[in-house]
């Protein structure tokens, strides 16, 4: 039995209707599952041999029907897995839910990312990967584990949820977790309009997911409508998009945008300074950006920076393919919106050129660069994340997450959505 004797904490009660070993927990012991023959734990991730990450990869091929998006990276899946929840520079957590014979059936893990609230580095954890083998689905165990790991005492300072599946957003509401009172837009900007139209028309095969967006493919799957006019709609959408929000135009150009493979050390200081008018905002420093996103195991990111002179003054991360293009991250100097929105636009020609039928980008409503992603073309579409905050208690500390316009800052790449 894997066991980390470094990590001692207390079980909180959580009513008699789950058993547990004891009064206390240590990562690795084995927690029994009521009214299940199985065993939960939850060990680091770094201690997940080759053989678990083979079998994880395995039970996520067959709980979403061929595996989750990311198996069509061009790496295989084990060494994703491993980027994700071995090699990241912050703790991360594996549950593992197990038959008698080891067989695991049930999985999730849990990333401890470093983030900055209020001028001060805090722990705040989202979870990754979460699979029930499909002989489980619909039988209760995801709530019973789902109990048990609630349970547990927190390791990090607060929590943040980026899922979409009904089951969490409906335990989400039961236990009033709340949510950014700052909404966050999902937006997308077609490059190509026929190609969008018909890419969404068949987009993806058929998957046992059950998140808010296969839901959204499926209903829209069954409300079929001529591909003519869907891209009427989508061209009438995009010439009242260019009426509203013309294009900018700033008459500073004292920089010059590049492409790196890596992020040097400039970027630590960069981001201090460009921290500092967010209440909340992911560390991105040298060590976590190169992992996240100069790693080819996480994806075929590009890295742009824009310069002046030697200084750093922003930098943006897209993801561009033949399948679609995201805005993965952007960040400026504060007082330099000229630099994110020559970015933003330098992004755009970076998905023209890849053939991408469009591209996408998250951004808080009442962002700065919200406005930007508007002049550049983007368009707010049907909202398929909305992150829950779970602050264990500590309200005076995070009390900014129920104002609407609390200046944060979280976009697609702080999540595992890109």
């Known amino acids: ?10 079980l909180r009660s959580y009513g008699s209707r789950v058993a547990v070993v004891g009064d206390s927990y240590r990562l690795g012991e084995r927690i029994p599952v009521e009214d299940f023959d199985l065993t939960l734990r939850m060990i680091p991730g770094e201690d997940l041999s080759n053989e678990q990450i083979g079998n994880v990869v395995e039970l996520l091929r067959e709980a979403f029907n061929g595996g989750p998006g990311w198996f069509a990276l061009p790496v295989p899946e084990a060494d994703h897995l491993r980027w994700k929840l071995i090699d990241p520079p912050f703790e991360t957590r594996a549950s593992l839910t197990e038959e008698p014979d080891g067989n695991i059936v049930a999985f999730s893990g849990r990333l401890h990312r470093r983030w900055i609230v209020r001028g001060e580095e805090r722990i705040g954890a989202d979870g990754v990967e979460l699979a029930l083998h499909p002989k489980y689905q619909g039988s209760g165990l995801y709530r019973r584990r789902t109990e048990i790991s609630d349970a547990l005492p927190p390791e990090e300072d607060f929590r943040i949820s980026f899922g979409s599946h009904p089951t969490s957003l409906h335990r989400r509401r039961v236990k009033g977790t709340p949510e950014l009172a700052n909404p966050l837009d999902n937006l997308v900007r077609p490059l190509d309009i026929g190609k969008y139209v018909r890419r969404r028309a068949t987009n993806g095969r058929p998957t046992g997911s059950r998140t808010r967006i296969a839901l959204e493919q499926q209903r829209r799957s069954r409300v079929p409508k001529p591909l003519v006019a869907k891209q009427a709609v989508w061209r009438g959408r995009q010439l009242r998009q260019r009426l509203r929000y013309r294009g900018l135009e700033y008459y500073r150009d004292d920089y010059v945008i590049r492409t790196v493979s890596r992020f040097d050390q400039r970027l630590d200081h960069f981001f201090e300074v460009a921290s500092r008018p967010f209440a909340l905002i992911q560390l991105r420093n040298q060590e976590t950006l190169n992992w996240r996103y100069a790693d080819r195991r996480a994806g075929p990111f590009t890295i742009r920076i824009a310069e002046d002179g030697n200084e750093l003054v922003g930098y943006a991360v897209t993801r561009a393919t033949t399948a679609g293009a995201d805005l993965a991250d952007v960040l400026a100097l504060p007082g330099r919106e000229d630099v994110a929105y ?15 039928p469009a591209i996408r980008a998250w951004m808080l409503e009442h962002h700065p660069y919200h406005r930007l992603l508007l002049h550049s073309g983007f368009m707010p579409i049907r909202r398929i994340v909305t992150p829950a905050f779970t602050d264990h208690g500590n309200t005076r500390d995070y009390g900014f997450i129920h104002d609407p316009q609390a200046r944060m800052h979280i976009m697609l790449g702080d999540s595992d959505h890109v």
């Open 342 to 356: 020559a970015l933003i636009r330098d992004a755009l020609d970076l998905g023209r050129r890849a053939g991408s």
């Open 1 to 10: 039995m894997v066991e980390d004797t470094t990590h001692p904490t207390t």
